[in-house]
């Protein structure tokens, strides 16, 4: 689906299955959003590179994150969407823009990443305080993980460095993650579909790892 299509959708979807709240005159019912509603929606741009968005109803704010820390520009046809549905609602959208990504093929990594560190956030009691760009660095900072957007020189590489060897322990850990998943059929498409989960489909995934990143789009 694409992405405006969705926000726009989402917008009247998320109307109709609020909460119900009586109105100051008594007369009919108010829709009220839940207050602790929160949706993750990753998408992919021209399938090339991973994108996020989390909404959160008790900040009425949407935050926008992706590995590179590019801001969304103003044609995005995500902005567009997002100023015509929940912008006029008097919702915000909010650009996470530290870079944490060197590379051109960790990206989805990057955003399941930054997904763990969402539900963190929503469960704890910042979440309603707006201050997820905080608690996500906060959180990479944590784990050795650091802002390339402001670094130069040895500091960059270092800082480079340090990212890539979170973001391969970060692959690996969600790997067995799926394999779990997927020998519990807890994934739609069941373990005897997904390659590599089989023994008729094994695929030796660091195999993928050697690849230059151009082979990985």
């Known amino acids: 689906m694409h992405p405006c299509t969705f926000s726009t959708h989402a917008a009247s979807q998320w109307r109709r299955n609020s909460s119900l709240g009586p109105r100051s005159n ?6 009220v959003p839940l207050s602790s509603a929160s949706v993750v929606l990753p998408y992919s741009v021209q399938q090339l590179h991973w994108h996020e968005l989390f909404f959160s109803f008790l900040e009425r704010c949407v935050y926008h994150f992706e590995g590179l820390g590019a801001e969304l520009p103003a044609v995005s046809p995500i902005r567009i969407a997002f100023d015509a549905s929940l912008g006029s609602q008097g919702w915000q959208l909010v650009s996470l823009c530290d870079e944490y990504q060197s590379d051109g093929s960790s990206c989805g990594v990057w955003l399941q990443a930054a997904r763990d560190a969402w539900l963190r956030y929503v469960a704890s009691t910042d979440h309603g305080s707006k201050i997820f760009a905080a608690f996500l660095r906060r959180t990479f900072e944590a784990a050795g993980v650091h802002s390339l957007s402001s670094l130069r020189g040895r500091e960059l590489g270092a800082a480079q460095r340090g990212n890539e060897a979170y973001i391969l322990g970060q692959r690996a850990a969600m790997r067995s993650r799926l394999v779990y998943a997927a020998l519990a059929k807890m994934l739609s498409l069941g373990s005897a579909s997904l390659a ?5 489909t094994a695929v030796n995934l660091d195999s993928f790892d050697e690849q230059p990143d151009d082979a990985m789009v």
């Open 26 to 31: 008594g007369s009919d019912a108010e829709a």
């Open 196 to 200: 590599g989960f089989a023994p008729a």
